[in-house]
């Protein structure tokens, strides 16, 4: 049975008794999206120029040198190199040259993001890889459905399925760096992120800033389950 508090908490009333406005009763609002998801890159070509000028500028910036320095050092101009490193021009073998003893890094140095290999995992239904988190209890169970370490976003996401049971012992409180995104399958709980508390049902989702302590803090009704994908820098990893 879900464990059930006599004496509920404030807290809980509290945001019980100030529901969201539902969709229908609040002008939609539409945030433009830094992105196309639909976008695609025009020729592998044109990816090999961008590939190429990223590298130039971050060699050079790890210089700390001007692109002015650089047209001096080179012998090139500065609206070729300007051209070179936002990717409009492919430069030739004699350039390359001439900017990899400049940079005092190899040619193939340049190619580097070109060449390297973009994952993707797959998982199948009930495949997932049981994990043990830091504060996890009886009745927790947390089933990874995917990792992919390096990468060139520089950002690591770890999708985890989460299921409650009857089972399950005291709540645990996690914190840490990043962001997290929930969204509830089953059941219902109520979630706690820094001193709110928020009553989830399915369909319902919460995005929050992971560094406030955060986790469930009710059990409504088990047995519960929800998606927790949780984002954080590549740098941080491990």
Not at 20 to 30: E, N, S, V
Not at 129 to 146: M, P, S
Request: net charge neutral.
């Amino acid at each position: 049975m879900a464990k059930k508090s006599s004496d509920p908490k404030p807290g809980v009333a509290a945001a019980k008794a100030k529901p969201l406005p539902k969709a229908g009763d609040r002008p939609a609002i539409r945030t433009p999206l830094t992105q196309n998801p639909h976008a695609i890159r025009d020729t592998r070509e044109k990816v090999l120029e961008v590939a190429i000028g990223r590298e130039v500028r971050a060699f050079r910036k790890k210089l700390g040198i001007t692109v002015a320095d650089l047209a001096v050092a080179t012998d090139i101009s500065l609206g070729m190199l300007s051209k070179i490193e936002n990717g409009i021009t492919s430069p030739s073998l004699t350039t390359l040259q001439a900017l990899s003893r400049a940079l005092g890094v190899p040619v193939t140095a340049f190619f580097r993001r070109f060449e390297e290999e973009r994952s993707a995992v797959f998982v199948k239904a009930g495949e997932g890889l049981d994990v043990e988190r830091r504060g996890t209890r009886a009745g927790h169970q947390y089933n990874l459905l995917g990792h992919i370490g390096s990468n060139t976003s520089g950002v690591v996401v770890e999708p985890y399925l989460i299921t409650l049971t009857e089972d399950s012992d005291v709540f645990p409180t996690f914190q840490h760096e990043g962001m997290e995104f929930l969204y509830m399958l089953e059941g219902e709980v109520v979630y706690r992120h820094g001193s709110n508390l928020y009553p989830m049902k399915p369909g319902d989702s919460l995005f929050f800033d992971a560094d406030a302590p955060h986790g469930p803090e009710q059990l409504t009704r088990l047995p519960m389950r929800y998606l927790s994908i949780i984002c954080y820098p590549q740098s941080s990893a491990g």
